[in-house]
Structures are given as C-alpha cells and as structure tokens.
C-alpha cells in the first residue's frame, strides 16, 4: 500500500526540520557584539572574495577604514565598491599586495606606514589550499610562502604602527587541518622529498598557529594581542585544487554543499569575534573556533618549536629586526 498523504507530508517536514537543524549546526557560533569601528583601520589581507570580502563588508558597516590588500586590483575594486554601496561607508580602499612576494610585502608595508595614520586591527586572511607544488619568485613554495611567510613578514613590518596605535589586535585565520601538522625544518619546501599538497597546507597552517602564539608571548605587555582561529569549512574559492589531488573528496564537496559547509557569512563570524569583542586580550596566543575559544592540537602548543619557526622564518625573509 502507499502511504498516505499524510504520512507523506509528516516525512517532508521531518526532513525539513532535520535539514534546518543540521545547517544551525554547521553554521556555528555568531559574532553578536556590536562594537563600532568609527576611528579605527582595519587591514585585511585576501579581501575581494569569500570570508575576506564578507569581514571586509562587516567592519565597513561598523564604521572602520577598511584596507583591502589584494593580489588582483580589478577584482578588488568591485568587491570594494559593492561593500561601499551596500555599507554607505566610503572609507574602503584597495591596495595591491601579492603574498608570495617579499618585494610586494616590502612595499605594501612602506606605502602604509607613510600613508597611514594607525592600524587597530590587522587580518592575515588570505590564503591558498593544496595548490601544485610551485616555488615563488623568492624561491619558497607557495603554501608556506603564502599562508605563513608572507604574512610574518607583513606584521612584522606594520608593527610599529600597531604598537602605536594599541590596544590593536592582528588576527590570524588558520584551519582545523593544523592538527596533524609537522613543521619539517630540514625540509620546509619539500625539495628532498615528495610533495604532498595536504602536508603543505597542514605544515603552514599549524605554522599559522605556531606564529600567533610565538607572537603573543613577544609582544606581552605592548597592547598588541594576537587570536588564531579555524573559520570553519566554506564554501569558496579557496578548496579549488582540492579535486585534483582528491577526486572523491573534490565531488562531496561539490553535491552536499550546501547543507555541509558554511557559507561566507557564516565563515567570517570567529574573525569578526577575535577582532572586536572586548575583553579578549587576557587570550592573546589563543586559538578560536565557532566564535569560542578552542584548545589547539598538541603541536599547536609546542613553544620550542614555535620560538624555532619565528628564527627560521626571520631568517627566510630576510628581517633584521623582530619585536
């Protein structure tokens, strides 16, 4: 026999109601302060696209001076053009910066200590996933040039505007897939062994980890805090080689996701909540998650190895000076 209709109609709304509650969940925690930015600038790195973009757009509705540091200046433009028409906030330009470049670094961070008045909030954001194996043009794979390297060196440079401008906070998105990481200083560009685009990215997200705490311990005292943070799995550009290493793990993130992964939006709330709510800096070296605070795998904890990370990178990019 059939089932009836209502049965049928019971089994929809079962389903609906299962499926609301299931992206509640994947959605996560919600950044509910609503702190005002009216004064402060805010630097965002990785901004015209995916949580970048939507951080961008929140701080601007908040009243901040949004930088957008960005590789592509035509994408970049339109993103910040239609954060400025949504927002009404004026105050949101674009500057180029390509991380995997030290020379770009370099210049982005000259042309804003001389341009800038102050920086309250720094977001290291962008960033690549499991991408080819490919060396920069300062000869460092991409991964860790990017993910790690280039925004060392970039908070590193901006620095003295940071501790003049305190409390100042610098925000570091890193990912869940830090656990299992190894930071191999024999071979942090897998030149003497075979490449594994997951180890990559795992080495330079635990390094992300490793830095924030690094830098929280120097900087103790300074008025400068510093939050890691897993945004969560999103639905955006970045997991776009993800297929070409794992084909099945490449069509489960194309068919389910929309209920399996978090949407910009919802993927952009734990940065805004490192980067605004008061009271945090008690937490300075932390790492969040679900706009809560997390305990990090045991690697992520491992002070000799991250005071070692922070010599060798000082070492790579070529810095005289660190705080």
């Known amino acids: 026999a059939e089932p009836s209709r209502g049965c049928q109609d019971r089994g929809g709304v079962c389903v609906s109601a299962g499926v609301a509650v299931l992206r509640k969940w994947i959605a996560g925690g919600v950044c509910r302060c609503s702190v005002r930015l009216d004064g402060k600038t805010v630097v965002i790195t990785g901004a015209n696209t995916g949580i970048g973009k939507e951080t961008s757009r929140d701080l601007a509705r908040r009243g ?25 906030n004026g105050n949101v330009v674009i500057r180029h910066l390509d991380l995997a470049s030290t020379y770009s670094i370099r210049q982005f961070a000259k042309d ?22 490919q060396l920069t043009e300062d000869n460092f794979e991409t991964q860790l040039a990017v993910n790690h390297l280039g925004h060392f060196l970039l908070t590193n440079l901006l620095l003295p505007k940071l501790k003049s401008s305190s409390p100042s906070r610098v925000v570091n998105v890193s990912s ?8 191999d200083f024999d071979d942090l560009f897998f030149s003497q062994r075979p490449y594994s685009a997951l180890e990559s990215y795992r080495q330079s997200k635990l390094a992300n980890i490793l830095f924030s705490r ?8 300074s008025g400068v805090s510093s939050f890691s943070l897993h945004p969560g799995v999103i ?10 290493w794992f084909p099945l793990l490449g069509l489960l993130l194309k068919l389910p996701s929309l209920l399996l992964m978090k949407t910009p939006w919802e993927g952009c709330q734990t940065t805004l909540y490192c980067a605004v709510t008061p009271g945090l800096e008690d937490l300075s070296g932390c790492y969040f998650s679900d706009c809560a605070e997390k305990e990090t795998a045991p690697e992520g904890r491992d002070d000799v190895v991250a005071r070692k990370l922070w010599e060798v990178s000082t ?4 810095l005289k000076n660190t705080c």
């Open 315 to 318: 070492r790579l990019v070529g």
């Open 214 to 221: 690094e830098l929280a311990r120097r900087l103790s005292g």
């Open 112 to 133: 804003f200590l001389d341009s800038e008045e102050r920086l309250d909030i720094l977001i290291n954001n962008a960033g690549v996933m499991m991408c080819p194996k």
């Open 176 to 183: 869940v897939a830090h656990r299992g990481g190894r930071i």
């Open 235 to 244: 639905r955006t550009e970045l997991g776009r080689h993800v297929e070409g």
């Open 64 to 88: 901040a001076r949004v930088v957008m540091a960005c590789r592509d200046l035509t994408r970049a433009e339109r993103a910040a053009e239609e954060i400025r028409q949504s927002t009404g």
